[in-house]
């Protein structure tokens, strides 16, 4: 499965593609933090195998650990696919036949699932929920998760993933209603979308036809 690299993180493999293998003390210095935040973030990509430690035994002097890329972590660096994403998006509206646009809107949002799917915890809807809000917030684009009148909880969008493709086509807001209901395994419906004026959109779940409840 894919993994989905922390915000915090990226900055750190930029640096190794751009600068080479380097020690942790220098990737603090270069980054402004400090020597923990460091090694916690370097922590994290070994473990995803963005990155990789050796070993460097240089003459007479005491040997220390460098970190360098992998493979895996060169093919996440250096790489914008917004514009790409835009095009494919203006591809897929030129589709004609809607029941075939529908399956293909389908299918990338089952995609989309599986990359999230595994970094999602909690066993009810509400905790899945507030694990999907985190997830999103920790990429810097605000959710949050409400009560609703009803008392099932709704999850609050300040911020798109998708701001620029959303402006152009609200068809990528539908896909991104399939993605979240494929995650938490609720059907959800958007009730509230920021395009209509509000600062926020709202998915909330659907009552009628609602899967097993699970809390």
Partial sequence: MDVLVESSDVSVLDLLRRLGPQRISQLATAMGVTVTAVRQRLNRLTAQGFV???LVRSGRGRPYHEYLLTDLGRRQ???????????????IRTIKDVEVRRGLLARLSQLLASLYEGQ???STTAERMESL??????RD???VVEESDGELPV???FGCPYTELADQDRSICAMERMLFS???GENLRLSECRLDGPTYCTFEIQTKNRRPADN
């Fill in 155 to 157: 999850l609050k969008a």
């Fill in 77 to 91: 660096t250096g790489s914008n696919f917004a514009d790409l994403a835009i095009a494919l998006w203006k591809e």
């Fill in 52 to 54: 990789d430690r050796r």
């Fill in 182 to 184: 494929q995650v938490l």
């Fill in 120 to 122: 999602i915890r909690g």
């Fill in 133 to 138: 809000a985190q997830l999103f917030s920790d």
């Fill in 141 to 143: 684009i605000p959710f």
